[in-house]
């Protein structure tokens, strides 16, 4: 099946810094990815849609020049969380589409701003 | 507007029990249903979908559901649970896009928690 590797997993950063976070398409092309925050007890919010070689799609709400999402190629978005604060903690899922088995979510990345 | 809603927050259920997770929509058009379950930690897994067809649809690890269209409804069943189905349970409302993907519209999820 699909596999949508994100990386890492869980990061610590201070107050001010920024971090990036990684969605990888390990064995499929995806011109389309998805990129989801979840607050504890919260459900999944969809923040943005990244397209391949565009810029990415943003949903109401969500700052663009603080969520810097790159998709240069057909298998790596990445998703950076610019000048983090603590209220940025929570926890980011990206989602990959394949043609054969559908959409495929990456295990997510917790982020703790300290 | 597109909305999901599950109204039980946390549910608790005795191993080998029943289990029945509400999920109701609201879409103008015809809905892409889906059942995801998220383990602590982990991102989602899918249980199942609805696209179009026999309106009963079976998943994995012994899960289906049922999409009731004068309800506006796709509740998701288990016979009989068993320790290792407690987590969170999210249904979805997929919306289709031009470009021929989806996006998702997420309920707040269901939490199970399964007694010994």
């Known amino acids: 099946g699909a596999v949508v590797s994100q990386h890492p997993s869980w990061v610590i950063c201070k107050s001010g810094t920024s971090v990036k976070i990684e969605c990888r398409s390990l064995d499929f092309q995806a011109t389309t990815m998805f990129w989801y925050r979840q607050f504890p007890k919260q459900s999944l919010m969809l923040m943005a849609t990244?397209?391949?070689?565009?810029?990415?799609?943003?949903e109401q709400g969500v700052e663009k020049d603080k969520f810097l999402i790159n998709h240069a190629s057909l298998t790596l978005s990445t998703l950076t969380v610019t000048s983090a604060h603590p209220e940025d903690s929570s926890f980011y899922i990206c989602?990959?589409?394949?043609?054969?088995?559908?959409?495929?979510f990456g295990s997510g990345t917790r982020l703790t701003v300290v | 507007a597109q909305s999901v809603t599950q109204p039980d927050i946390h549910i608790t259920v005795s191993e080998g029990a029943s289990l029945e997770l509400r999920c109701n929509y609201s879409y103008g058009a015809t809905p892409y249903l889906f059942w995801y379950v998220q383990s602590p930690g982990q991102g989602l897994q899918l249980l199942l979908k609805y696209f179009s067809g026999d309106t009963l649809v079976q998943g994995i690890k012994g899960f289906e559901a049922e999409f009731k269209r004068s309800q506006s409804s796709f509740n998701l069943r288990k016979p009989s649970v068993h320790w290792s189905d407690a987590a969170e349970y999210f249904c979805a409302v997929g919306i289709l896009l031009r470009s021929g993907t989806y996006k998702y519209i997420f309920g707040t999820g269901t939490r199970l928690k399964v007694l010994a």
């Open positions: 989602s990959a589409r394949d043609a054969n088995y559908g959409y495929t």
């Open positions: 990244s397209n391949e070689g565009s810029k990415a799609t943003y």
